[in-house]
């Protein structure tokens, strides 16, 4: 039986750039979270409009306390794709965590 393919969250839908997406993923849910900011960010320093890495970047961020840092990142996802409910939901943790009303 052919194993089904299936895709990442928030996915680009190209093979190479999807596998150093869910590589970065597994950092993070892995708790390599500087390994993980580190990566993301050259991932953005090439593709600085990609979804993906801003979001896992800043999850890693606010999982070690850089709230600010991970706020500019789901701001930044929420001006990209404003209709994408993740950043927002996401930038409403940080912005509780840090005192601020959502």
Do not use: C, W
Not at 2 to 20: F, N
Not at 24 to 48: C, S, W
Not at 56 to 83: C, H, N, S, V
């Amino acid at each position: 039986a052919a194993l089904k393919q299936t895709t990442i969250t928030h996915g680009v839908g190209d093979m190479d750039v999807d596998k150093q997406i869910a590589l970065g993923y597994y950092k993070v849910n892995n708790g390599l979270h500087h390994e993980a900011i580190t990566y993301f960010g050259d991932m953005l320093r090439k593709q600085p409009e990609l979804i993906a890495a801003l979001l896992g970047r800043g999850t890693a961020l606010a999982l070690i306390g850089q709230y600010q840092a991970a706020e500019a990142d789901f701001t930044k996802t929420i001006l990209l794709q404003p209709k994408l409910a993740d950043g927002y939901k996401r930038r409403s943790q940080v912005l509780g965590a840090l005192g601020k009303s959502v």
